[in-house]
Every structure is written in C-alpha cells, then in structure tokens.
C-alpha cells in the first residue's frame, strides 16, 4: 500500500484516485473547487463516468479514499503526488500551464521529506524541466524530490475499465528510487510498463492523441470523396482497417472529432512544435480538415432543409461522445451554434449533459426525451452516437416529425432501411 495524493479531481484525477484505491492504495483527492470536494465529501460525484459513483462510494466507505480542498493536506500525507490538473488551452492553442504551475509552488512549500511529483496531465514536452525548477525554487532546503511524467490515457465514457486495463503504462522517470515507487503503485495492475525519460513520455501523450485525431481526419477526409463520387465510407473503412498495419480502431466517419483531448492537445502539439521551431504541416491539416468536416456537416442539413432560417431542428446528443456528459470542444454545440446562427429554432435532448450545456447554451429548447424533442421539428440532426438513439422507434419518429428529414453526423441508421421507412436520410459518406 502507498499513500498517493492526486491534485486535481476531474475526469482524470477522479478516476485515478478512485481506481488507485481500489487497488488497494491510501488516496487523497485534492480539488481547490471547494464546491466539487464538498459535494464528494457528502457522497456526490459531480461527473457522469459509469460505475465512477459506486467506485468513489465504495473505497470511501472502506476509507482508503479522502477528499480536501488542501494540497498542503495531500502532501503532508502522501510520498507520491499526482498533478492532474486542466491543461486548457490559450487563445492560439497553447496549453495553459499555470494550474500546474500554482500545484508545483505549492508542493514544494509542504514537501518536509522525499516526495514523488509525477505529471499525470497532458502537458507540452518540456513541462517537467519546468516543474522541477519550480519545485526547486521553493521547496525547502532538506526536502528531496523527484519528477515523473506518467500520462493519461483513459477515455470518457469507459474511464475506470481504461484505467484498470490499459494498452500500456508509459513513466518517463530517471531516478531508481522514483522508477521502484511507481512500480509498486502499478503493480496489480496487469499492463506493460514502457519506462523513458520525462521529455519522451510528455511526446508519447502528444503523438498518441495526435495520431488518432490524425486517423479520424483521414476517414473525414475519404467520406468527402465518398459523397462527391458514390462510394461508401462504411465499405471504405472496412477494407481499409482489415490490413493489420493500419487497424480498424478510428476508422468511423462523422461530423468531426471533439472533446477536451483531441481538438486542445492538437492545438497545444502544435503549438510546442512551432516554438521549437518545426512546422507540424501534417498536425495542422489534421486540425483543418476537423473544423471543414462540421462546415461540410452543416451544409448537409442546410441542403436537406433548403432554408434554415426559422426552421424548428431536434439535435440529438450535446455531449462530444457517448457515455460523458462532457461537452468541453463538443462538435454537437458547434453545430447548434451554427445553426442558431443562421436562424433554426433548436430542440434537444441528451442523456447526461443537458445540466452542462444549459450553463454554456441559451436559447435552446431542452426536452425530457429524444421524441419530446422530434415533436414537430421540420429536421432531425443526429450529433452524439448515445446507443440508446440507435434504438429510437423510427415509425414514431417519422409520425413526429413535421418533415420525415434526417440528418446523421454519425451514420448510426442504415440508408437502404431509412429510405424504405419513407425518410429524406442522409449521413456522412453514405450515398444509397
Ligand atoms: N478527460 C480526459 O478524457 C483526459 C484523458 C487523458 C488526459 N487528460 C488530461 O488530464 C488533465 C485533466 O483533465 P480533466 O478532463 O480531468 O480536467 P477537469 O477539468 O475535469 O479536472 C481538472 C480539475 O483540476 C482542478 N484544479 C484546477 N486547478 C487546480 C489547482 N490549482 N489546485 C487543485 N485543483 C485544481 C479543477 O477544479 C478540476 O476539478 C488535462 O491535462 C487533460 O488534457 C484528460
């Protein structure tokens, strides 16, 4: 059993925390949203992540999990120390590091003995150079410390299975007694550790979610070419994922990628590269290509509508994924804004993050179910791939709806099927 503080109680810092206990580690979670660690302190977790609130439940009752708003707190009691805290991004995609900064000032002021600080947010190459000088500025004269960069790879929406099973555990650490700590916190749990150095690890995070955006731009891209020609991207991508080099994983067309991972850590790659004096071409179309394919999505709708302005349109799905009522960078609340913009009247409905979209999106007609929210709407656009809208009764959706139009950023009904049910359908790549 180690003692683990982890700084930073959100989707990563939770789910670390929750899961470190349950492995049989003592855990403090440390938050300054003095909010969020007194609603965790009363039972209630204020994320949607499955099994998340049974998890926290669980190893608070067996008390191996704590929570405080006090990073002094955290560090008196803990040998090993995690940052996970947001790396948002700045006006022109670089990451904002200041939290992070703020975290390591303080570690340092309580640090009375060794203590581990590993870097578990996403950070530009070179973050723990500056973490350790920050550390070293104010920490106090005895205090020993290391650094270590261990990224986060989980995914909203199956964070702990994520977590617990991962493809691999990448450490950038140099020092042994560091490497043998973090051994001994990951050891029940079966995965290949990959140990580097800081700076290569920091990479890995950058080039592995750079890469998959990169892949879902590649099929954005040949869905283009599908609907201007007559091909289909479901047959395209199949083909395409059955050789072994490529994989079948992110082959799936849709509207565009979103979330607090892709569209941020591309923009802060990319970033990083330009100040190291690289022009990252391939990352910059990357990110060129997303924001075409919502433009390209929007002007689906507005051809299936032919005018938008005044039109009533049922958007189902607001957060950037299923299974997360996260909807930081989601392509659903691009679009709606784009289709306020030029005048649509909005009804939606999402399973888990209308609290969250309330609070950034007026104006908007939010309904207590999918059919509440087809009722009379002259289109209905498919945003968000929640498995439950794939099961929506469609005989009921086309009595519903004022017009039978379907817009589906997602491709989650099959064409022949939807033309068969009299709809107006149509989807990303798809031609029949
Ligand atoms: N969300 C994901 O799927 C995911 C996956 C892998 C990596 N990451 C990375 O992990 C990091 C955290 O992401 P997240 O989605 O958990 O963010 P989040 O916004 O959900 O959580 C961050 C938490 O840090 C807290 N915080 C901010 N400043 C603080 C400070 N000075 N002291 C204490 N707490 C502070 C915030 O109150 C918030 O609760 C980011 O760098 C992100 O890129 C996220």
């Not at 560090?75 to 200041?98: C, Q, R, Y």
Request: contains cysteine; charged residues 30%; aromatic residues 8%.
């Amino acid at each position: 059993m180690e003692k683990i503080a982890v700084i930073g109680s959100g989707y990563v810092g939770l789910v670390t925390g929750a899961c470190f206990a349950e492995i049989g580690h003592q855990v403090i979670c440390v938050d300054n949203n003095k909010d969020k660690v007194a609603a965790l302190k009363q039972g209630n977790v204020p994320i949607y992540e499955p099994g998340l609130s049974q998890l926290v439940l669980k190893n608070v009752k067996r008390k191996r999990l704590i929570f405080s708003d006090s990073i002094k707190e955290g560090v008196e009691n803990s040998k090993a120390i995690f940052i996970a805290v947001g790396t948002p991004p700045k006006a022109k995609g670089e990451a904002d590091l200041s939290a992070i900064e703020d975290v390591a000032e303080e570690i340092a002021k309580y640090m009375n003995s060794y203590r581990l600080i590993i870097q578990k947010s996403t950070v530009p190459i070179a973050t723990g150079d500056w973490v350790e000088s920050t550390v070293r500025m104010f920490k106090k004269k005895h205090a020993k410390f290391d650094i270590a960069s261990n990224p986060e790879f989980l995914r909203e929406g199956s964070a702990i299975d994520d977590f617990m099973h991962p493809d691999r555990i990448i450490i950038g650490v140099e020092a042994k007694k560091a490497r043998e700590l973090l051994s001994r916190i990951y050891k029940p749990i079966k995965a290949r550790i990959v140990f580097t150095d800081v700076k290569s690890a920091e990479l890995i995070k950058h080039a592995s979610n750079s890469f998959l955006a990169m892949k879902i731009s590649f099929i954005n891209s040949l869905s283009r070419i599908c609907d201007a020609s007559g091909a289909d991207i479901d047959k395209v991508a199949q083909g395409l994922g059955m050789d072994k080099r490529i994989g079948k994983d992110f082959l799936k067309a849709s509207l565009g990628y979103g979330g607090f991972c892709f569209p941020k850590d591309l923009a802060a790659f990319i970033n990083i590269c330009e100040r190291l004096g690289y022009n990252p071409e391939l990352l910059k179309a990357t990110a060129k290509v997303n924001e075409q394919q919502k433009e390209f999505f929007f002007r689906k709708i507005k051809k299936a509508l032919w005018n938008i302005s005044g039109k009533r349109i049922a958007v189902l799905g607001l957060s950037f994924k299923p299974n997360t009522d996260d909807i930081r960078l989601s392509p659903a609340i691009d679009i709606i804004r784009m289709l306020k913009k030029a005048g649509a009247k909005i009804a939606t409905f999402d399973p888990r993050a209308m609290e969250k979209a309330k609070r950034e999106l007026s104006g908007v007609d939010y309904c207590d179910n999918a059919y509440d929210a087809i009722t009379g709407a002259d289109c209905l656009v498919l945003a968000t791939d929640w498995p439950q809208f794939s099961r929506l009764d469609l005989k009921r959706v086309k009595r519903l709806l004022k017009r039978p139009i379907i817009v589906d950023g997602r491709n989650m009904f099959d064409p022949v099927n939807m033309k068969r049910l009299g709809f107006q359908y149509s989807s990303i790549g798809r031609n029949a």
